[in-house]
């Protein structure tokens, strides 16, 4: 039984590409890695709601405005750094958001085999700016480095095991498992 409600966001559109490496952009990362995270909630039976339809996402205010509307909101970037070798997954959000996003450093860590550089408060990275965290109240997800081509590979040989990995821990948030039944 879902006791909360939820908000899945991509970072970025076509009129901000964010950050481009290896022959990707951000917007485009996160625009199909949200829609493949939607498809494993949709089987599971989760409600939610997302910032714009398949393929197409809100602007930023729009996405704010939607996600202090939910329990639970997660936002989908990707890092880059001017050296190829930085790597891992981390997350930005308050304090108490921090649980959840240890959680989804730890799914996308073991599955794509990358570093997990932890959840971290709102101040950190370089997409506390965007005020997802401190107006929205939600999660910053940091998948992976663009800028490594390690983790761009391992992105896309494991992209529908992360989805899986990643909704299953969103799952857990809004429909923990009954027990004691």
Do not use: W
């Not at 901000?16 to 996160?30: L, R």
């Not at 790597?87 to 996308?108: F, H, Q």
Request: net charge negative.
């Amino acid at each position: 039984m879902q006791t909360k409600s939820l908000f899945v966001s991509a970072g970025h559109s076509a009129r901000d590409p964010g950050a481009v490496g290896n022959g990707h952009t951000e917007a485009d990362i996160v625009l199909a890695f949200r829609d493949a995270v939607c498809d494993e909630l949709d089987a599971k039976g989760v409600k939610y709601q997302r910032d714009g339809q398949r393929g197409e996402n809100l602007p930023l205010r729009k996405a704010v405005q939607l996600a202090s509307q939910h329990d639970v909101a997660v936002e989908f970037h990707c890092n880059a750094f001017h050296a190829p070798t930085a790597t891992g997954v981390e997350t930005l959000s308050a304090d108490s958001d921090k649980p959840l996003g240890e959680a989804i450093c730890e799914a996308i860590s073991d599955t794509l085999g990358i570093a997990n550089r932890g959840a971290k408060g709102e101040g950190s990275g370089q997409h506390s700016r965007l005020a997802f965290v401190s107006s929205g109240g939600g999660v910053i997800v940091e998948l992976f480095f663009i800028s490594n081509p390690s983790d761009i590979a391992a992105y896309y040989t494991h992209k529908r095991a992360l989805a899986q990995a990643v909704a299953r821990v969103l799952i857990d948030e809004v429909a923990p498992p009954r027990t004691g039944d």
